[in-house]
């Protein structure tokens, strides 16, 4: 059974810090990852990783995938409290058309 | 402006009564997709749709059905067999075909049953 697992769970940081948030997987015929940022409603796309080791950046965040060790890491530099969401991520594999896994989210809290 | 739309925003309901969640999109996207989400567990699939006319389960069909009539279009109904259907259900689209591309969501509904 595919699986997406991220962590810490949940965090609490102040604004200035750095966050880093993990996201392992196991599943058959990998495609792509992608992470998304949910504030209160709709989850809005940041990312999306095909090949292992090319860092892709936007702003203060960057995201890496390591296809060997099967997971992602989501750096978040400068934290602000605007950052405050949930960060979701998702897998896609060849062998299930345009259909996303997802891992439970990290909630992630910057405080003044 | 393009996008999604889901209506309403909140919604409550009692115990028994079947409630129907309303998908809009104007992106032109051929794939459409129903998720629920809980505290703590992420997105769960529902059902999708890669094109009109036909539609998928996804991992947690049961108590729940949909149509695809347009294209634009992708009507969830929450029917009184779903046994927990207190929960946050978004909708999302995305382009079809041979080419992968990420999903857009809606703004959600949350759903309260008593």
């Known amino acids: 059974e595919d699986k997406v697992v991220q962590s810490p769970l949940s965090l609490v940081v102040h604004e200035g810090d750095t966050v880093t948030l993990n996201c392992s997987y196991e599943?058959?015929?990998?495609?792509?990852l992608l992470w998304y940022k949910q504030e209160k409603k709709a989850p809005t796309f940041l990312f999306m990783l095909t090949s292992s080791g090319i860092e892709k950046k936007s702003g203060r965040l960057s995201s890496i995938l390591d296809k060997k060790e099967l997971f992602s890491i989501l750096n978040i530099t400068a934290t602000q409290t605007g950052d405050s969401a949930i960060y979701l991520c998702a897998v896609a594999t060849t062998d299930s058309w345009g259909k996303l896994q997802f891992g439970a989210g990290t909630q992630v809290v910057v405080t003044p | 402006d393009g996008g999604i739309t889901q209506s309403p925003k909140y919604l409550f309901r009692k115990e028994g009564q079947n409630v129907t969640l309303s998908c809009e999109q104007n992106l032109n996207h051929d794939a459409m997709y129903w998720y629920r989400q809980d505290p703590g567990q992420g997105l769960r699939l529902i059902y999708y749709s890669q094109i009109v006319n036909d539609f998928q389960k996804g991992d947690i069909a049961e108590g729940y059905s949909v149509s695809r009539e347009k294209k634009e279009s992708f009507p969830l109904t929450v029917t009184s067999a779903q046994k927990n259907p207190t929960a946050f259900y978004l909708c999302?689209?995305?382009?079809?075909?041979?080419?992968?591309?990420?999903?857009?969501f809606g703004p959600g509904t949350r759903l309260t049953v008593t």
């Open positions: 599943v058959t015929n990998f495609r792509s």
């Open positions: 999302a689209s995305s382009p079809a075909g041979g080419a992968f591309s990420e999903q857009y």
